[in-house]
């Protein structure tokens, strides 16, 4: 028996395709009401502000009371960004002291247009006095308006948010565990009983007895410490040394075969000897 594959039909582009109507809209109303029926995600802003995170960069804060001029932010800032104008006032001394001289600020700028928010300042500063803050809302139609000085920064410390608490079950510090522990009770001495005259007496004079004892063990503890620190401290008497006779060295061989040549001329010569002539042109001159 033959098989035979039945191939679906063949459709042209020239010919017309049967669509159903209106199921285009259809399409995009059910889209319409997915979404209407989905909760909404965007806020009306500004009417309700975003809630930001408690890290977030919004802006550079300033306290100027902990600012010492110490420069180190306009250092680091890779963006060259942070203006410090600053002079030196002289404090008046106090009794029995000398003037101190201390740094004054008086400009404090940073100009927004050209910081990227990289928070280095931030994170140099030994005296906490830049912060962030998460205020954002300080555009301006004009660039160079983005230039703020040290009183719009310091309005802006008033937004940064306190630090964030300690979390769940985390100890508490030192200073306040310390702080919230009760004072100890304080140790009372037992009363002594009473005794009658004659008991007190013959104890009065024990303990009289008993402290001249320690007084003659610590004079005498005293005295063999100071004997053997001296000594200690004295030289101890080194034995007497005999000399070392020395062997008389010879002179070597060489030496004395050079001393016993005698080149001529060298010997004395007699008082009484005439002066011997000598032969040739050099003796008749």
């Known amino acids: 028996m033959e098989s035979?594959?039945?191939?679906?039909?063949?459709?042209?582009?020239?010919?017309?395709v049967a669509r159903i109507p209106g199921e285009g809209l259809a399409k995009g109303l059910a889209v319409t009401m997915r979404h209407m029926l989905r909760k909404s995600e965007t806020q009306q802003y500004p009417e309700v502000h975003p809630d930001l995170p408690a890290r977030s960069r919004g802006v550079i804060a300033l306290v100027e009371e902990n600012c010492t001029v110490c420069m180190l932010c306009a250092r680091e800032c890779p963006d060259w960004c942070i203006y410090i104008d600053s002079h030196k006032e002289?404090?008046?001394?106090?009794?029995?002291?000398?003037?101190?001289?201390?740094?004054?600020?008086?400009?404090?700028?940073?100009?927004?247009?050209?910081?990227?928010y990289c928070g280095i300042c931030i994170e140099v500063c030994p005296f906490d006095a830049l912060f962030w803050s998460p205020e954002f809302e300080?555009?301006?139609?004009?660039?160079?308006?983005?230039?703020?000085?040290?009183?719009?920064?310091?309005?802006?410390?008033?937004?940064?948010?306190?630090?964030?608490?300690?979390?769940?079950?985390?100890?508490?510090?030192?200073e306040l565990s310390a702080g919230?522990?009760?004072?100890?009770?304080?140790?009372?001495?037992?009363?002594?009983?009473?005794?009658?005259p004659?008991?007190?007496?013959?104890?009065?004079?024990?303990?009289?007895?008993?402290?001249?004892?320690?007084?003659a063990?610590?004079?005498?503890?005293?005295?063999?410490?100071?004997?053997a620190g001296e000594a200690a401290r004295r030289p101890a008497a080194e034995p007497a040394k005999e000399p070392e006779s020395r062997p008389r060295r010879e002179p070597p061989r060489a030496m004395?075969?050079?001393?016993?040549i005698r080149p001529p001329g060298s010997l004395p010569r007699n008082a009484g000897s005439p002066p011997q002539k000598k032969d040739g042109p050099e003796g008749e001159r």
């Open 4 to 16: 035979h594959v039945h191939s679906p039909p063949i459709v042209r582009d020239d010919e017309p």
């Open 90 to 116: 002289t404090l008046p001394a106090p009794e029995g002291g000398r003037p101190r001289a201390r740094n004054v600020l008086d400009r404090f700028a940073i100009d927004f247009s050209l910081c990227m």
């Open 138 to 174: 300080y555009a301006e139609y004009d660039i160079r308006d983005l230039l703020h000085e040290k009183d719009r920064l310091g309005e802006w410390a008033a937004t940064v948010p306190p630090p964030p608490a300690h979390e769940v079950g985390a100890e508490s510090p030192k």
């Open 180 to 196: 919230s522990r009760p004072a100890p009770a304080r140790r009372t001495a037992p009363s002594a009983p009473v005794k009658g």
């Open 198 to 215: 004659a008991e007190g007496a013959s104890v009065a004079q024990e303990a009289a007895q008993e402290a001249t004892r320690e007084t």
């Open 217 to 227: 063990q610590e004079t005498a503890r005293e005295a063999a410490r100071e004997t």
């Open 256 to 260: 004395r075969d050079i001393r016993s």
